[in-house]
C-alpha cells in the first residue's frame, strides 16, 4: 500500500518551453563593455562585450569589501595602525617610467585619499567607508595591510577568493584599482561581484552612503566622507531608484561604473566599462529605465478545470483524474524570460480520495532548476478503493485485532501461571 504514497517527478513536456516571447533589451550606449542583469536570479536583460578584459580602475574596491567583510565581519570596530609599506606612494609619471616595476599596491600622489598619517589608527569600519563611499585608495592598502598580513598576501587571498566565486578573467595586483596593465577584468566578472557583495546588508548600507563622519584618531580630527557616485547624489544625475554601487576613474579605464536600482521589488545591477565623463551615468540610467519600462507578460502553461494528467492508483477504481481550479501561468519581463519546464510532484492521499483533495504540485521551474511558480494539483473526481482492496485491507486489519487477542492472552496466561507460582512458595511453614 506505500506504492501509493510515491513521491516522483514527472517531466511535462507539454509544458517545457523555450523564451518565444523573449525580447532582448534594445539599448545603444558609449560603453564597449556593458552588462545588466537581474540581482535576484541572475538573469543577463543586456549585455555587450561581457567577458572581453578591460582596466577596472576603483570599482576593484568593491571585491576588496567583499572579501574583508567575508573574513572580518565581526572586527569591524578593532583600530587598525597604517604601516609605511600601506602608505607608499609614487608619481604616475614615474609608474610609468619605471615600465610598472614598482609594487603595483604603491599609491600614486594625485590618487584619491584622506589623508591617512603613519602610525594612525583607525577602525576597519571607518576604513571601509572612506574606500567605499569617497574611494580613499590610502584606506584600502591600510585594509589589506590589516587583513593580509602584507599587501600581497592579501591580493593572492583576493584572487583565489573570485576564483572560487567563478570570476574566471579577474586578476588583481592591489586593492584599490590604480592602474596597473595585468590588473584585469570584465563586465560579467563584476557583476557577479556586485551580486554577492550585495547580499550583505553593511556592505548595501555603505555604498549607498552619501555622506559619512569617521570618528576622531590618535593622529587626526573627525573627517567626512562625501559620495563619489552621483545617482546617490542629488543633482543632474541623481537617479530616485538607486541603492549603491561603486564608481572609478583612471585615464587608462576610463569612468566604470557598478550600478544598482530597485523598482516594484525588482532588483537590478549594471556594469558599463570604458566609458568617458558623465556618459557612465547616463548610459546606466537609460539601461535602467529601459528595462524598468518594459511591461510584465504573463505565460498561460495549462488553463484551469479537469487536466489530461491522470495516475493509476494502487487499490483505486480507474484513473485519478487531476484538475487545476486557477490554472498555471508564469509572470515574467520580456528582457528576462528563461525557457521553462514543470514538474508534477506526486502526493497521493490514502484511499478513498476525495474530490478536490491535493494530490500533489505541479511547479514551473526555470533552466537553472529554480521554482518560479507552484499550484497545488487537486483530485477532479472521487477515487473509491475496489473490492478486492477493501476486502484485502478487512482482512488485514481483522488479521491485526486476532494477533492482538492472541497476544493479550498469551500475556494474561502468563501472569497467571506466575501469580500461582508465587503463592505456593508463600504458604506459611507452620
Known amino acids: 500500500y506505500?506504492?501509493?504514497?510515491?513521491?516522483?517527478?514527472?517531466?511535462?513536456?507539454?509544458?517545457?518551453?523555450?523564451?518565444?516571447?523573449?525580447?532582448?533589451?534594445?539599448?545603444?550606449?558609449?560603453a564597449e563593455k556593458v552588462i545588466l542583469i537581474n540581482g535576484k536570479t541572475g538573469v543577463i536583460l543586456?549585455?555587450?562585450?561581457?567577458?572581453?578584459?578591460?582596466?577596472?580602475?576603483?570599482?576593484?574596491?568593491?571585491?576588496?569589501?567583499?572579501?574583508?567583510?567575508?573574513?572580518?565581519?565581526?572586527?569591524?570596530?578593532?583600530?587598525?595602525?597604517?604601516?609605511?609599506?600601506?602608505?607608499?606612494?609614487?608619481?604616475?609619471?614615474?609608474?610609468?617610467?619605471?615600465n610598472y616595476r614598482n609594487p603595483p599596491h604603491w599609491l600614486e600622489t594625485d590618487g584619491g585619499h584622506i589623508g591617512i598619517k603613519i602610525g594612525e589608527e583607525l577602525t576597519l569600519r571607518d576604513l571601509l567607508y572612506a574606500m567605499l563611499v569617497c574611494s580613499a585608495n590610502d584606506a584600502a592598502n591600510v585594509i589589506a595591510h590589516?587583513?593580509?598580513?602584507?599587501?600581497?598576501k592579501f591580493m593572492v587571498e583576493l584572487n583565489l577568493f573570485l576564483k572560487e566565486m567563478g570570476c574566471k578573467h579577474t586578476h588583481f595586483l592591489n586593492p584599490h584599482g590604480l592602474h596597473h596593465p595585468d590588473h584585469i577584468t570584465t563586465a560579467y566578472d563584476q557583476a557577479m561581484i556586485a551580486r554577492e557583495a550585495m547580499k550583505d546588508p553593511l556592505f548595501r548600507t555603505m555604498v549607498s552612503t552619501v555622506s559619512y563622519t569617521a570618528q576622531k584618531t590618535n593622529l587626526e580630527f573627525e573627517r567626512t566622507f562625501k559620495q563619489t557616485n552621483r545617482l546617490l547624489r542629488d543633482g543632474a544625475y541623481y537617479y530616485p531608484y538607486s541603492i549603491g554601487i561603486k564608481t572609478g576613474t583612471t585615464s587608462a579605464a576610463g569612468k566604470p561604473l557598478i550600478a544598482a536600482a530597485e523598482k516594484h521589488g525588482r532588483e537590478l545591477f549594471a556594469v558599463v566599462l570604458e566609458t568617458q565623463g558623465n556618459k557612465r551615468y547616463e548610459d546606466t540610467i537609460k539601461l535602467f529605465e529601459t528595462a524598468f519600462n518594459q511591461p510584465k507578460m504573463r505565460r498561460t502553461l495549462l488553463p484551469k478545470g479537469v487536466q489530461k494528467l491522470k495516475s493509476r492508483v494502487v487499490g483505486g477504481r480507474g484513473w485519478l483524474k487531476t484538475a487545476l481550479p486557477d490554472g498555471?501561468?508564469?509572470?515574467?519581463?520580456?528582457?528576462?524570460?528563461?525557457?521553462?519546464?514543470?514538474t508534477v510532484q506526486w502526493e497521493i492521499p490514502l484511499l478513498p480520495i476525495e474530490k478536490?483533495?491535493?494530490?500533489?504540485?505541479?511547479?514551473?521551474?526555470?533552466?537553472?532548476?529554480?521554482?518560479?511558480?507552484?499550484?497545488?494539483?487537486?483530485?477532479a473526481e472521487k477515487v473509491k478503493p475496489t473490492l478486492f482492496f477493501q476486502l484485502k485491507k478487512s482482512m488485514k486489519e481483522k488479521r491485526k485485532v486476532v494477533f492482538g487477542v492472541i497476544v493479550s492472552t498469551f500475556f494474561l496466561y502468563a501472569w497467571s501461571r506466575r501469580r500461582k507460582k508465587r503463592k505456593r512458595h508463600s504458604r506459611p511453614l507452620f
Not at 511535462?12 to 523573449?22: G, Q, V, W, Y
Not at 570599482?59 to 600601506?86: F, S, W
Open 356 to 379: 478536490g483533495a491535493t494530490v500533489g504540485v505541479v511547479k514551473v521551474m526555470d533552466s537553472k532548476g529554480n521554482t518560479v511558480q507552484s499550484t497545488p494539483l487537486l483530485a
Open 146 to 152: 590589516h587583513v593580509g598580513g602584507t599587501i600581497p
Open 2 to 30: 506505500f506504492l501509493m504514497r510515491i513521491l516522483g517527478f514527472l517531466i511535462l513536456s507539454l509544458l517545457s518551453c523555450s523564451a518565444l516571447m523573449s525580447e532582448p533589451l534594445s539599448f545603444s550606449g558609449s
Open 328 to 342: 498555471l501561468s508564469y509572470d515574467f519581463y520580456p528582457a528576462e524570460e528563461l525557457p521553462v519546464k514543470a
Open 46 to 98: 543586456y549585455e555587450k562585450n561581457m567577458h572581453s578584459p578591460a582596466f577596472p580602475a576603483s570599482i576593484t574596491k568593491t571585491a576588496t569589501a567583499l572579501y574583508v567583510l567575508n573574513r572580518c565581519g565581526d572586527q569591524l570596530d578593532m583600530k587598525v595602525k597604517a604601516t609605511q609599506d600601506a602608505l607608499a606612494s609614487i608619481s604616475p609619471q614615474a609608474k610609468k617610467q619605471s
